[in-house]
């Protein structure tokens, strides 16, 4: 499986943010101002709770607890 990484850029004038929103919102292909699309490698982020984190803290010595 390929992963890809796509970002696009609006471009467009308006008087606050929320109104900028809109205008896009209504007309996304008007205000593209670029696109771009890159492969990319998938990473899962490491979950930073759960079980086998407790497990490899019990295992290391590193519980994390003061």
């Known amino acids: 499986m390929k992963y890809f990484k796509i970002t ?3 471009m467009v004038r308006a008087e606050d943010e929320p109104e900028a929103f809109r205008l896009v ?7 593209l101002d670029s696109e771009t ?7 899962r982020t490491q ?8 497990l490899r803290d019990q295992l290391t010595g590193s519980d994390n607890k003061r």
């Open 37 to 43: 699309v890159a492969r990319t490698e998938y990473k």
């Open 25 to 31: 919102s209504t007309d996304p292909t008007k205000y």
């Open 47 to 54: 979950s930073k709770t759960g079980w086998g984190t407790a």
């Open 8 to 10: 696009r850029t609006w």
